[in-house]
């Protein structure tokens, strides 16, 4: 009975903020490698952050120093801090997670088990 769910997607302007998050209910996410992709219409998913349950995180190149992926536990949760907004990152984002009991996180999509609904994003210039 493992879930995910996101929120905090929206409509924002070019250089605006947003905070997605996503909550995560059932024990297989006790020791779970949490990640963000996202798809933009007509393109392929893409990674866009991924942090183990050690903290040990990363981002892809496209968002470095814009974006900032975090966790709670206890229950666990997964966090997505998107500043400095542009066009380009318009899409549905995604949650996923998979567990990975050495704290270890993963930028590939199929190494993830469960995936949430998505939540649009939608940057104007």
């Known amino acids: 009975q493992e879930q995910l769910v996101e929120s905090g997607g929206g409509l924002v302007q070019a250089g605006g903020s947003l905070r997605l998050s996503c909550a995560a209910s059932?024990?297989?996410?006790?020791?779970?490698?949490m990640a963000w992709f996202r798809q933009a219409a007509g393109k392929e998913r893409e990674f866009v952050a991924a942090?183990?349950?050690?903290?040990?995180?990363g981002s892809a190149d496209s968002v470095k120093d814009r974006f900032t992926i975090s966790r709670d536990n206890r229950p666990t949760r997964a966090y997505l801090q998107m500043n400095r907004l542009t066009p380009q990152d318009t899409a549905v984002y995604y949650c996923?997670?998979?567990?990975?009991?050495?704290?270890?996180?993963?930028?590939?999509?199929?190494?993830?088990?469960?995936w949430g609904q998505g939540t649009q994003v939608i940057v104007s210039s």
């Open positions: 942090i183990g349950w050690s903290g040990r995180w």
């Open positions: 059932g024990r297989i996410f006790s020791r779970a490698a």
């Open positions: 996923a997670a998979t567990p990975a009991y050495n704290g270890d996180y993963y930028t590939n999509d199929y190494a993830y088990t469960n």
